[in-house]
């Protein structure tokens, strides 16, 4: 956890500092679009947990599972 946290840390630094560089309208326009982006995401998520096999939203399942049996 160390190390990833030590690894994303430059990015989300980067991040902080990069919202100081945008103008407020760009800010601005931006909240507007934030809760789409989130509903977006959120339903995303739901469609894929569902398994409703429509495409991008379902994850492959593997069709034939193999279970290898160690004996000690």
């Known amino acids: 956890m160390i190390v990833f946290g030590l690894g994303t840390s430059p990015l989300l630094t980067a991040v ?3 919202q ?4 407020t309208e760009w800010r ?3 909240r507007a679009y934030q809760p789409l982006v989130l509903v977006f995401a959120a339903l995303f998520m739901i469609f894929r947990g569902a ?7 379902s994850p492959s399942m593997v069709a034939n599972q ?3 049996a160690i004996c000690n």
């Open 66 to 68: 193999v279970f290898i």
């Open 51 to 57: 398994d409703l096999d429509w495409g991008m939203f």
């Open 28 to 30: 601005e326009r931006m």
């Open 16 to 18: 902080v500092f990069s």
């Open 20 to 23: 100081k560089l945008l103008k």
